[in-house]
């Protein structure tokens, strides 16, 4: 019974854990398409960024179109381009 409760402890972090990864990526896409759309706050966001850098959100989104462009090869879809356009985005603020 120790070791159906323990699985099920392991089991039950794994998914909060896939949950705020993901999370993440879509706050860091999200904040990454405003600021395509409106560049004018682009210095004032970083400000609110450690060591003033996008550094942090463009490391969750290349994770994120890792990911993507696995799931895209397996369904056929491109949602994995919009991804890589905020990336290139956010590395030309750096």
Same mark, same amino acid.
């Given at each position: 019974? $120790? #070791? =159906? *409760? ?6 039950? @972090? ?6 705020? &990864?993901? &999370?993440? /990526?879509?706050?860091? !896409?999200? @904040?990454? @398409?405003?600021? %395509? ?6 210095? %004032?966001?970083? =400000?609110?960024?450690?060591? *003033? /850098?996008?550094?942090?959100?463009? /490391?969750?989104? %290349? ?5 993507? $462009? &696995? ?8 949602? /994995?381009? #919009?991804?890589?356009? &905020?990336? *290139?985005? !956010?590395?030309?603020?750096?």
């Amino acid at each position: 019974m $120790k #070791s =159906q *409760n323990a699985i099920g402890l392991y089991t039950f @972090v794994l998914i909060i854990w896939y949950l705020c &990864v993901t &999370v993440a /990526s879509y706050i860091a !896409l999200l @904040v990454g @398409v405003i600021l %395509q759309h409106s560049p004018d706050y682009t210095d %004032q966001i970083k =400000q609110h960024l450690t060591d *003033n /850098s996008f550094t942090e959100l463009i /490391s969750v989104l %290349q994770k994120f179109l890792d990911f993507m $462009k &696995v799931a895209d090869a397996a369904s056929g879809s491109s949602g /994995s381009k #919009s991804i890589a356009t &905020v990336i *290139n985005y !956010l590395k030309e603020y750096m």
